[in-house]
């Protein structure tokens, strides 16, 4: 069974650019959630999708935005990007909303410059 | 907010010791969700608590949820290079509204096993 995969693995940016990041979830899971790791702030909920609808949203910005497709896949967009933007983005899927436990992919590394 | 505090944040061991990692909070969680994360990968769930005094094991590692549901530890006996990682733990609770799931995860405790 495939896991969650996250591309790209790698990215980097200038600040002021803006980043679309694709999760696809595991065949079946229904809900997708993002997050954002860095060494000073560990692991903060982003938001989680769910049958294409934002169900959940953690405390960022809105110039983080995100979205679900009809077969599940979901894409995060950061926009105006900022140095402090710099981290490891996870992506998380589990098969209905709010479910536990979540399966993460292996992440996007994004790098503003 | 609900926060999750684990100590140690850091912890180098040699081969064979025992060690504990501990995940404190102020507030219930309904859940309380171990992870082990590897350089360059995402975390991996190891283990899934619910019930207050509950104690798991997995092999050589040891979870037990406080009997408040506001605590957990993950002991591991005879630690392995292997073991090396980052151990996350996350709380599982309903948001305000009481209609959303949502995890809160702490910062970790980065474990290096010496051969």
């Known amino acids: 069974k495939a896991g969650v995969t996250q591309t790209p693995r790698y990215l980097i940016k200038t600040r002021g650019q803006q980043v679309t990041l694709s999760c696809s979830p595991i065949?079946?899971?229904?809900?997708v959630s993002w997050y954002q790791q860095t060494p000073g702030q560990g692991l903060q909920f982003l938001f989680e999708y769910f049958s294409e609808t934002q169900r959940n949203k953690g405390n960022f910005p809105g110039r983080f935005s995100g979205r679900q497709f009809s077969n599940s896949r979901s894409e995060m967009n950061v926009s105006t990007l900022e140095l402090g933007d710099s981290a490891l983005y996870l992506c998380?899927?589990?098969?209905?909303?709010?479910?536990?436990?979540?399966?993460f992919g292996d992440g996007t590394r994004l790098s503003i410059l | 907010t609900q926060l999750l505090e684990q100590s140690p944040q850091f912890l180098s061991i040699q081969e064979g010791e025992n060690l504990t990692v501990y995940c404190n909070s102020s507030?219930?969680?309904?859940?309380l969700q171990w992870y082990r994360q590897e350089p360059g990968e995402g975390p991996v769930l190891l283990v899934t608590v619910v019930t207050g005094g509950e104690v798991k094991k997995l092999k050589r590692l040891t979870f037990q949820f406080g009997d408040a549901r506001k605590d957990s530890s993950l002991h591991i006996t005879a630690a392995q290079p292997g073991d090396t990682g980052l151990y996350l733990c996350?709380?599982?609770?309903?948001?305000?509204?009481?209609?959303?799931?949502?995890?809160?995860f702490g910062k970790g405790t980065l474990l290096t096993v010496n051969p």
């Open positions: 996350a709380g599982g609770s309903l948001d305000s509204g009481g209609s959303n799931y949502k995890l809160t």
């Open positions: 507030s219930v969680f309904s859940s």
């Open positions: 065949s079946g899971h229904r809900s």
């Open positions: 998380a899927s589990s098969p209905r909303q709010g479910m536990e436990p979540q399966h």
